[in-house]
């Protein structure tokens, strides 16, 4: 049953093929909003993200974009609008996860892709979005996903944890700027969930249940829970949420420490 809380809005999710994302994407369209499909490689993934917003009665577009390229950040929005005339929602969800390389190894290049993607994508999105709602007259939400790695320091996760750290203070940036048009702009970050950047323990149960001793609730997060959380930010109920960071991780972050 649709509660309706995004009734005619629309929203642009990047990296919405698989995952967060796509969960999202579907948690949106059954709250009534229309959604742009952001994809970089999974086409399939896309479509089937597709088929499931349609289903639900509502409208999409599915778009590939390399988000760290500007250009085709500008492009997508100059599809989206096109087909939908407006966006009001902005969820910034795509990027790479960590190279697993210590820093006295990491080339430039690998690091490089990680700042581009994970915070240039966000910021080259996030500043179009900006213009186009101030134009409208203001109003509008932003949602950056980052993860709990914004805090918690990952031994050969240096290029992951740099550009999720930098995306917070992006967010934080851009709420002081953007309240005087009451647009919300807030930062999600998740714990462990199991999506493809956790391929290897949904693969393997016995890896799982090792990764999830150090999260209280002793369990990784189904995307679809990021997502109703989304939901709340993209909604009304959170016209007075801005600047807020919402760790979603079974209290991983509140046991660091435990047993020093």
């Not at 093929?17 to 399939?44: K, M, T």
């Not at 966000?122 to 790695?149: D, E, M, P, W, Y």
């Not at 001793?213 to 007075?240: G, H, M, N």
């Amino acid at each position: 049953m649709t509660a309706g809380r995004l009734d005619g809005l629309v929203a642009l999710i990047t990296g919405s093929d698989s995952g967060i994302g796509q969960a999202s994407a579907i948690e949106f369209a059954h709250e009534g909003a229309d959604v742009v499909v952001h994809y970089l490689h999974d086409s399939n993934g896309a479509e089937d993200t597709r088929k499931e917003i349609e289903a639900a009665g509502r409208r999409a577009v599915v778009v590939q974009a390399d988000i760290s390229d500007e250009q085709q950040v500008e492009a997508m929005f100059d599809t989206a609008l096109a087909a939908f005339d407006t966006l009001d929602i902005l969820m910034n969800n795509a990027g790479v996860d960590a190279s697993g390389t210590p820093v006295a190894e990491l080339s430039t290049e690998v690091f490089d892709t990680a700042i581009r993607t994970n915070l240039y994508g966000a910021f080259f999105c996030c500043r179009r979005f900006a213009q186009l709602r101030i134009a409208a007259g203001g109003r509008g939400k932003i949602i950056n996903v980052t993860s709990v790695h914004e805090d918690i320091p990952n031994a050969g996760g240096a290029d992951y944890d740099c550009s999720k750290g930098a995306v917070r203070n992006l967010t934080r940036a851009l709420t002081l700027e953007l309240a005087p048009q009451q647009i919300n702009v807030n930062n999600l970050a998740p714990g462990m969930v199991l999506t493809p950047f956790n391929q290897p323990a949904i693969d393997d149960p016995t890896l799982l249940e090792e990764q999830v001793q150090s999260i209280p609730w002793k369990r990784a997060a189904q995307p679809s829970e990021i997502a109703r959380l989304a939901v709340f930010l993209a909604s009304s109920d959170a016209d007075y949420v801005t600047g807020a960071t919402y760790a979603m991780d079974g209290g991983l972050m509140r046991n660091l420490g435990q047993g020093a």
